[in-house]
């Protein structure tokens, strides 16, 4: 026993020897060195965490090493920060010994001036070694993960009995805890509210129409079709009681390719009918009504609280070209059509037809003349206002929904902050109204 004590003290004499035979200037060296390589260790594990993961992928996909490398490192995260805290801790751990060793060379057993350095070392790394390595890793992780993939992927094989062995014991901590030790093995997925914070805050990076476009998309959850439907009473229909010279002019002056076929309204609906095909027939002089009537196709219904993104589905997978939305008790509310759910997305096409919905904008009084039957959607959207969506889909829904009785002409409210003038009223309805912009009059109900 004592013969091992005094070969362990003659061993510490020899190291004593040797330190002190290493000139001042190489400690100091060392030291500047130590903490050089403790920056860079600081800054690859926050470069590696504020990776984007999904542009990593995009460049992995286009062929990028570096960017498959450094999939294959966060895969691992214990793997990864276990290389990293390690060489980070050794680090640290020796540029304290040097201090010491330093402290000594200059100052003896000086216990305060060694607290000084100490101090002295502990503000350094905080600076030089952490904060500093941290604010640049995490300005340009994206570039610097890529190329510290190269590096950490061959340190850590070289590394790998040691890492293991570190890792029992966090894989047993991990176990206690009851969390899984590969977080990121897992597909990462966004909401469809992150999906859309994320296109937002993109919006530099990409065309205004594309992004316009995107945050439609992730609305068609939100949207039924009830919110973009023709109302029943703008819904061109072709009654087949009719005379038939009516039928032939109302079949030819059409601008829709397929028309709703009924007996005087569409609570008695009988079919759609193909206008082009029923066109070509017409004008010979032996084609009868039932003839007509042969022609109708089945009526294809669609519930009023069917998202968009659903409807859109359903028309492809039943080729229909219109369908028709009714509520709870199957009476028909209105019309709805593949195109009313694509304009919904990329906005309203410009047409020449007659008839054609017409863009609204304030006049120069900031006021401008809308139908009753005008979607609060559309309103919102086209002339910037902020009419609830939750209740009735038109004006006049809101309007007799707010009077609680049939308006009158020249009858003006307030409607969450907007002066509404009703025009024309006829046949229970609102038909015409005149909307002022928020702040250019204040009437109230008159």
Known sequence: MSAAVSCWKCCWRALDLALDQIPLSLLVGALIALLALSAFFSMSETAMMAANRYRLRHRAKEGHLGAKLTLKLLARLDRLLGVILLGNNLVNIAAAALVSLISLRLFGNDEWMLGALTLLLTFAILVFSEITPKVIGAAHADSLSELLSFVFTPLIRILYPVLWFINLFVAALLWLFRL??????????????????LVMESRELIPAKHGTILMNLLDLGKISVEDVMTPRGNVEILDVDGAWEEIRERLAVSRHAHLPACRESLDHLLGVLPVRQALSCIAETDFTRNELLAQLLPPYYVPAGTTLIAQLGFFQENRQRLGFVVDEYGEILGLVTPEDIVEEIVGEFASA????????????????????????????????LDF????????????????????????SLKLYGVTVEVVQAQDKSVKIARIYRPGDQGSEVR
Not at 355 to 382: C, P, Y
Not at 391 to 410: A, S, Y
């Open 180 to 197: 899984s030790p590969h977080p990121a093995a897992h597909t990462e997925k966004l909401t469809p509210e992150e999906l859309r914070t």
């Open 388 to 411: 609830p969506l939750d209740g009735p889909k038109t004006l006049n829904g809101l309007i007799l929904e707010q009077l609680e009785d049939i308006p009158e002409t020249r009858v």
């Open 353 to 384: 037809l007659p008839g054609a919905s017409r863009q609204l904008h304030w006049d120069a009084a900031g006021g401008v003349m809308v139908e009753g039957s005008q979607s609060l959607r559309d309103l919102n959207r086209k002339l910037g």
